[in-house]
């Protein structure tokens, strides 16, 4: 609802005012009297004033002068001005000083009543503006959040991109590491009081302790924190090229990570067990530091309070090693996986398991292989929308069967049960990705509607070509992109006759129109008639 405050030395047209406009009706809630502008600045430092309402002669002050120093303070409050001297200079300084109305007393009704009228209709259009900017501030900042963490998820599962694409993804995403910095893992698992929380408690209490970590480890480190794939944090902690060497010095980076540790206990009254890796260069080796660090925290079992250096146990054995190194080899499992090639799958999971044959393998070998098929079969479950666990339940979670990470044999049988579940399970990352460039369009579409408006600048933002994207939109909605952008003008241009006192070349105008005469065509062929006959 609008406020408005009255001001004028003679109290008298103020109380006439309050009294006989039908505030309500205009959507006024509240309307305020001032006898001088000192009154005035009072009221408004107290309340949220919208229009300014000022008689120009006062002897304390002009209502110019009121009017410049309300422009200072409060930038966003409208203003009319009501004087009973009609000399032009008061009405030039008002023009520059951007007062929306000027009007002579003794004031008329029904012209302040339409003044007014434009004014508050201005003010809500303003405020619809701004709500959707702000709406569409907190949808870009929540879609960054769920991208960045999707992102931390396949960097760490091994997924191979692009340079050129994870620099652009990781500006968009507003992620502080950057390619080629100096970057060490903390694989970060919560202890017994956490575990014992409900699943929203917990992530909000994950989402807590990356917040911590990235004060802990602020100055010179980057910090990016996200879920794991697997159970507990990751968190990349990274130093710029040419930073001071004294920072990658382990006793600096064990007395930060304690007190990360300290803080967490201090602040959300739990342990944490974290597992740091040696340092590497950023992102080519973040999925390595990955699997050692889950297979440190494997071997280990870490208590709950535990740091624990990875370059600090001892070497893995070469055997074991060279034996898994297929696995790993381009083109990945999850790359095959996600482009469908079945086959390519299979055969690699062949020449892996081959590879093993006849190796005296250690339980921890074992559990690598696992994890590094598990975690390319749930990415890829993942993007087809497909859960994971209905599948098959047992050999997701290997406290069902104990035995797989006891025979290669076995858990090949099972791989390869997957990969054939895989395939026959319906894809739904297709028509999802659809459905949100659908959504985005239109809320691209609905919110500028101005000249620069077009099937070409929207398909630039979403980043597609214009012809694939007016295929997709089509297919998905029935109407052509064009046509929809069409529809949105005209509909804008319906509400613009009806609820604003704009003219006909300024809604043109406003509408990315260049030509009036061509405007009133587009809209006679929608409505049968030219906008001059709808608004009469």
Do not use: C
């Not at 501030?137 to 694409?165: C, F, H, I, W």
């Not at 309070?305 to 370059?311: A, G, P, Q, W």
């Not at 921890?364 to 390319?376: D, G, H, K, M, R």
């Amino acid at each position: 609802m609008i406020e408005i405050l009255l001001v004028d030395d003679e109290s008298y047209v103020t109380e006439s005012l309050a009294k006989t406009i039908p505030w309500q009706e205009l959507g006024v809630s509240h309307v305020y009297q001032a006898a001088s502008p000192s009154e005035a600045i009072a009221i408004m430092e107290e309340q949220g004033i919208d229009i300014l309402v000022t008689d120009i002669r006062m002897p304390e002050m002009s209502g110019l002068q009121l009017i410049e120093t309300v422009r200072e303070r409060w930038p966003n409050i409208r203003y009319m001005l009501l004087t009973g001297h009609s000399d032009f200079d008061y009405a030039k300084k008002a023009i520059q000083l951007q007062a929306l109305d000027y009007l002579l007393k003794p004031v008329n009704d029904a012209a302040f009543i339409d003044s007014l009228t434009t004014m508050i209709e201005g003010l809500k259009e303003e405020w619809e503006k701004a709500d959707k900017y702000h709406k569409l501030v907190y949808t870009m900042k929540s879609d960054n959040s769920v991208l960045r963490q999707n992102l931390l998820g396949e960097l760490l599962l091994g997924k191979q991109l692009p340079l050129a694409s994870t620099k652009e993804k990781l500006l968009q995403y507003e992620v502080k590491v950057q390619p080629d910095d100096s970057a060490m893992l903390m694989s970060v698992q919560l202890g017994r009081y956490f575990m014992g929380m409900d699943e929203n408690s917990v992530k909000l209490m994950e989402y807590a302790i990356g917040n911590i970590a990235e004060e802990v480890f602020a100055g010179p480190y980057r910090v990016w924190h996200g879920k794991a794939p697997h159970e507990g944090l990751a968190i990349v902690v990274s130093a710029p090229p040419g930073i001071d060497s004294s920072v990658f010095r382990k006793e600096i980076i064990r007395s930060l990570a304690r007190q990360f540790q300290e803080k967490v206990g201090a602040f959300l009254k739990g342990d944490i067990a974290l597992a740091l890796s040696s340092w590497f260069t950023f992102p080519g080796e973040l999925a390595g530091a990955y699997r050692s660090a889950l297979s440190a925290v494997y071997r280990t079992q870490q208590s709950d309070n535990s740091i624990l250096f990875l370059d600090e146990l001892e070497e893995r054995s070469t055997m074991g090693v060279k034996a898994i190194e297929e696995l790993y080899k381009p083109p990945t499992l999850i790359h095959l996986l996600e482009s469908g090639q079945w086959g390519a799958s299979r055969d690699k999971l062949a020449s892996l398991f081959g590879s093993l044959h006849g190796r005296a393998l250690s339980k921890e070998q074992l559990y690598e292989v696992f994890l590094s098929i598990t975690n390319a079969f749930l990415y890829v479950a993942h993007k087809q929308g497909t859960d994971i666990y209905q599948l098959d339940p047992s050999g997701m979670d290997i406290m069902f069967d104990r035995g797989m990470m006891g025979s290669a044999e076995k858990l090949q049988e099972w791989s390869d049960g997957m990969i054939a579940r895989l395939e026959t399970e319906p894809s739904e990352s297709d028509n999802y990705n659809k459905k949100h460039v659908i959504k985005q369009v239109q809320e691209l579409v609905t919110g500028e509607l101005g000249a620069e408006t077009s099937v070409k600048t929207i398909a630039d933002k979403v980043y597609l070509h214009p012809v694939y994207l007016s295929k997709i939109y089509k297919a998905e909605t029935g109407e052509s992109l064009g046509d929809y952008i069409i529809r949105m003008r005209m509909e804008r241009a319906v509400y613009l006759l009806k609820s604003t006192n704009k003219k006909i070349y300024e809604i043109t105008t406003e509408l990315g129109y260049q030509n009036p005469q061509y405007f009133s065509k587009i809209f006679r062929k929608y409505y049968g008639m030219t906008p001059n006959e709808y608004r009469d």
